[in-house]
């Protein structure tokens, strides 16, 4: 049988592991970037690309193997002058795509929210 002690251990425990889980899937959403832009250049080797937001910000993007592409046939279907929209996180390294689709072809489309850029 269990100790009223050790039952109440566990259910704070249990408790304090719950709202932690809740706590990072908060920030882990919070995080993620929803950016628009032209593709200006890409890196195969470094496995990142470059674009040029609507106003005017140069960023640099890594992708990996998690990276989702949308409507386009990898990393490799990125090129010069495509509109992309991405949505990434920030990393010690920079920005990493999660998703990478072409633009207003049924993302989200619109200026429409704190993290568009």
């Known amino acids: 049988m269990i100790s009223k002690r050790t039952s109440t251990l566990l259910a704070t425990a249990?408790?304090?592991?719950?709202?932690?889980?809740?706590?990072?899937?908060?920030?882990?959403q919070a995080a993620?970037?929803?950016?628009?832009?032209?593709?200006?250049s890409k890196n195969s080797d470094n496995r990142t690309?470059?674009?040029?937001?609507?106003?005017?910000?140069k960023l640099r993007i890594k992708v990996n193997g998690a990276t989702k592409f949308d409507r386009?046939?990898?990393?490799?279907?990125?090129?010069?002058?495509?509109?992309?929209?991405?949505d990434a996180v920030s990393t010690d390294g920079g920005l990493l795509a999660k998703q990478v689709e072409p633009q207003g072809e049924g993302g989200g489309g619109g200026d429409d929210g704190p993290n568009h850029t």
């Open 49 to 57: 690309f470059r674009i040029v937001t609507q106003n005017g910000n």
């Open 14 to 28: 249990i408790l304090t592991g719950t709202m932690l889980l809740g706590l990072l899937a908060i920030q882990a």
């Open 72 to 86: 386009l046939a990898g990393f490799g279907a990125l090129h010069k002058g495509l509109r992309v929209e991405v």
């Open 32 to 40: 993620l970037r929803h950016i628009d832009g032209t593709v200006v």
